[in-house]
């Protein structure tokens, strides 16, 4: 079983945190940190290196390195720059490989990496001053502390996926009393690609984390739910939905062959009326319409349900109790004529000699029949789906019933009574809820908004696995061209480069707005870079 007997299991994989990472990093102010630093226990022949002002500013999205025991360790491509000597200003590139433990947060039903409590692994120093080792410490040292104190304090945590967003089921009325509760948040990662955070509802405290395994299948992320979870939703919905439980239908069928018998049945009584008047009472019956009127009461009982292989899942046990009516009709027309001629045919006699004393259209209820049945579902089965909330449901589309009867009736009756029950049980029975919202395009605390692709669905007997794509509708996967011109779009700036300008890197990158012409920049009222485009620099 990959959820280990967890309700629920959410994985992402390593490409994903990458994606998540570069989000964070376009759409955040990632901070440009200044502080200064004194190292404890400078000697005297390194006393330049006293007081440290620092500058550092992250240059790219940090990416995914490894993953390994229960840390996700991330690289950050940073510029330090440093004053010693009360000025003079080193220059540095910087590689900073982070560890940070990711955990679940049951509140925002988010995974997240913590930052805030991160612990550099090691730095690496693009030394291209020669310095000594003991310099280097002490640098190293200063943009650790940088790091530290400064970057990751400020930045805390990054999301790395939602889910669950929503614990609302259909037809509940509002309200908390009528949410799923979590009652478990569980996070490991399971091998160099993978991370996987395990989820319980309604105070189920089960599961082993040991036992999940990946089954993202290589997507980007995949959810896992256990049929012992979607049990356990589905009592919770039955308790306190808003769904009616019984439901009233009528309709009506017409017989045509029950037509032809009467209308046979009234020519005979119209001959033997003309034999018994001596020709001189003549009757036309004629039968309009003959049909039955009928409708049913259903009330359902509460279902089980087993999970099947194929995405379906079978109902045993539902109990219908129907009270169903039939009332038979007949819409007949009476004809009544008094034939002046007698016995004479009526082409014999040049006159009209009929006279009209009745003509009168009649509907005729036969009798009023009700009964009380409880209908045996003999097979049930539901097709498992997402529906557009991206909720778990299950839809019966099959279902066979077996109808006691205590007289028999005609076949073609019995089989259009059963067809029809057959089709309320299939509309009337609500998709079954088997889970919350699994996914969302908002995320809790961010502007971000992600587009999630379903790539795969799957049941066994165990559990159903969803498997998707996905990506930040604000961060597309490539852009062609790339832009020449980046404008930074923090209104006390304002300005527009050449994108190898040095400045670009200081503009955080929720504010750079690129630009495939120069003068559509100017014209929406960006100033020229004093450096890299003094020509149209103004001010």
């Given amino acids: 079983m990959n959820t280990g007997g967890y309700d629920v299991v959410a994985e992402v994989n390593e490409r994903f945190v990458d994606r998540a ?149 259909p037809y509940m009325p509002p309200g908390p009393a009528n949410q799923l509760t979590i009652g478990l948040g569980n996070v490991k990662i399971l091998n160099q690609q993978v991370i996987a955070a395990a989820i319980n509802f309604l105070s189920y405290n089960g599961g082993n984390i040991a036992q999940v395994t990946d089954f993202t299948s290589g997507l980007d992320i995949a959810v896992g739910v256990s049929e012992a979870a979607m049990h356990r939703v589905f009592d919770f919905w039955w308790d306190r939905t808003t769904h009616p439980k019984s439901v009233t239908e009528t309709g009506s069928w017409d017989i045509p062959v029950l037509d032809d018998l009467l209308d046979a049945v009234a020519d005979f009584f119209d001959i033997a009326t003309k034999l018994g008047s001596l020709g001189f009472l003549e009757t036309d019956y004629a039968v309009l319409r003959s049909w039955i009127e009928y409708g049913a009461t259903v009330k359902f009982g509460k279902p089980s349900f087993n999970l099947l292989n194929g995405n379906r899942l079978e109902l045993t046990g539902c109990p219908l109790n129907i009270h169903a009516w039939a009332i038979p009709k007949l819409k007949v027309q009476a004809k009544i004529e008094i034939d002046t001629s007698g016995p004479i045919p009526d082409w014999m006699t040049p006159w009209s000699d009929d006279v009209t004393i009745a003509n009168k259209v009649t509907t005729i209820t036969i009798w009023n029949f009700s009964i009380d049945l409880n209908v045996d579902i003999d097979r049930a089965e539901a097709e498992v789906y997402l529906d557009d909330q991206n909720r778990l449901v299950a839809k019966v589309h099959d279902v066979d019933i077996t109808i006691h009867l205590p007289w028999s009736l005609p076949e073609d009756v019995l089989n259009h009574i059963i067809d029809w029950i057959e089709g309320q049980i299939k509309d009337k029975i609500p998709p079954i809820p088997l889970s919350p919202a699994l996914f969302t395009e908002t995320i809790p605390g961010t502007a971000l908004t992600l587009q999630v692709d379903i790539d795969k669905l799957t049941t066994n007997e165990d559990e159903a696995i969803v498997g998707a794509s996905a990506k930040f509708k604000e961060i597309p996967l490539n852009i062609t061209p790339v832009p020449k011109f980046i404008a930074n779009r923090d209104p006390l700036a304002r300005e527009v480069h050449r994108a190898s300008c040095q400045w670009v890197g200081t503009i955080f990158e929720k504010n750079k707005v690129g630009y495939y012409s120069l003068h559509d920049a100017l014209k929406d009222g960006y100033d020229g870079c004093k450096y890299c485009l003094p020509e149209y620099h103004t001010r």
């Fill in 21 to 169: 990472l570069a989000a964070a990093f376009y759409t955040s102010s990632f901070p440009q940190v200044k502080g200064t630093y004194t190292p404890p226990d400078v000697p005297p022949s390194f006393s330049a290196y006293s007081k440290v002002e620092y500058e550092v500013l992250l240059k790219e999205p940090p990416t995914v390195d490894a993953f390994a025991g229960n840390v996700v360790r991330l690289l950050f491509n940073l510029e330090a720059a440093l004053k010693v000597l009360g000025g003079l200003r080193l220059e540095f590139d910087v590689i900073a490989s982070v560890e940070a433990s990711p955990y679940y947060n049951q509140s925002t039903r988010v995974l997240v990496l913590d930052l805030k409590k991160a612990r550099i692994d090691e730095i690496k120093i693009d030394d291209k001053y020669g310095l000594s080792a003991e310099a280097l410490n002490y640098i190293n040292k200063a943009i650790a502390a940088a790091i530290s104190s400064g970057m990751l304090d400020k930045m805390e945590k990054i999301t790395l996926q939602p889910v669950l967003y929503s614990l609302d089921l």
